[in-house]
């Protein structure tokens, strides 16, 4: 599985961003998905993830409320909604695919396939 992530750029704060995940081969719909960021010097952190069909969504508590993950099984894409921008949301954002069965949702160890990342920078 590849992993091709876009929509990061350059944003002020309180402003919005889309970023989506395209994956390449016929069993995304099969997988959790998962998105992730790392910001310089700091361990790579959960952002949000979706299950499989869509029906589930999990959120770091820092993102609840302003950003809203979803995907398009038909269109193979993972999307990130993020609004209400902050300084400290800047980071590398990372998509993350096939979460191990039974193993968390929260954690960057339980997802499988990577993609390369797109930079979000907010600023103030």
């Known amino acids: 599985v590849q992993l091709q992530a876009s929509g990061g750029g350059l944003v002020q704060a309180g402003g919005s961003l889309r970023l989506s995940c395209a994956a390449s081969?016929?069993?995304?719909?099969?997988?959790?998905m998962g998105w992730f960021r790392q910001a310089p010097g700091k361990e790579r952190e959960f952002v949000a993830a979706?299950?499989?069909?869509?029906?589930?969504?999990f959120y770091a508590d820092s993102m609840k409320g302003r950003f809203t993950i979803s995907r398009e099984n038909a269109k193979n894409t993972v999307y990130l909604q993020m609004n209400s921008l902050k300084p400290e949301d800047t980071a590398v954002y990372y998509c993350?695919?096939?979460?191990?069965?039974?193993?968390?949702?929260?954690?960057?160890?339980?997802?499988?396939?990577w993609g390369q990342g797109t930079q979000v920078t907010v600023s103030s």
């Open positions: 081969g016929d069993t995304f719909s099969s997988y959790d």
């Open positions: 993350a695919a096939y979460r191990m069965m039974s193993s968390s949702w929260y954690e960057r160890k339980s997802y499988r396939y």
């Open positions: 979706v299950s499989w069909s869509g029906s589930s969504t």
